[in-house]
């Protein structure tokens, strides 16, 4: 089966366009968790979906960030405008119930560079 | 509030030697304990959870990791280090009554192995 699928894989832009991570969840999947990966803060939860409703979004750092699932499989996080400090490794992740004992299954990231 | 500390952003083995991660955790109620490993440029991986079952946990690759209470502890072991364990190790906490299902990473520990 395949995993977590992310796209693009790298993301080089300048500061003030927009852009688009893309996600596709491992099928049968529920929810779904957006994190940012930073060498000064680490690895931060950004939102976490489950069955396509956005259950906390309270690490999205300002209204630049917007995440949308549209359907059950695939969800994009958007920024707009870009900012060189949104410079980071963008990581979603998918489990099955989204319960606290479920394990997250991560894909390969997004790097994104702004500059 | 859930969180941990992970001791040691950096620690080198040589290969062959004891591996020892170590992680604290801080929680109200007793929680739900993972550790995961990231290798360079890839997404993160479930190594073991801790779910309230057995404290000693068994995970992949010949890692093990032993939940106490007392010592507030989950620290993450493999008797003899492999060249293929560099990575980066995270440690991570969930509270099983939080419906949020907010998962609380560490910092991380850059594991190095030594020839």
């Known amino acids: ?115 | 509030a859930q969180s941990v500390t992970q001791l040691g952003s950096h620690v080198s083995v040589s290969e062959g030697a004891l591996v020892l991660l170590r992680c604290n955790y801080s929680s109200s109620v007793p929680p739900y304990l993972f550790w995961y490993v990231q290798y360079p440029n890839q997404g993160l991986q479930l190594l073991l959870k801790y779910t309230s079952a057995a404290t000693l946990v068994k995970g992949i690759n010949g890692f093990e990791a032993e939940f106490k209470k007392s010592e507030t502890s989950f620290h993450l072991t493999k008797p003899s280090a492999h060249m293929s364990d560099a990575a980066e190790y995270f440690c991570a906490v969930s509270d099983p009554q939080n419906t949020g299902n907010q998962f609380y990473f560490g910092t991380g520990t850059s594991l190095t192995v030594i020839p």
């Open chain 1, 1 to 115: 089966d395949a995993g977590v699928i992310q796209s693009p894989r790298h993301e080089v832009t300048e500061m003030g366009q927009e852009v688009t991570l893309r996600c596709k969840l491992i099928s049968g999947h529920n929810s779904l968790f957006w994190y940012r990966q930073t060498m000064m803060r680490g690895l931060e939860l950004l939102i976490y979906f489950n069955n396509n409703v956005p259950i906390d979004d309270s690490g999205m750092p300002e209204d630049r960030f917007s995440a949308k699932m549209p359907n059950a499989s695939f969800s994009t996080l958007k920024i707009q405008p870009s900012e060189p400090r949104d410079s980071a490794v963008y990581f979603c992740a998918s489990s099955l119930y989204g319960g606290g004992t479920d394990t997250q299954y991560f894909g390969p990231g997004t790097r994104l560079t702004v500059l």
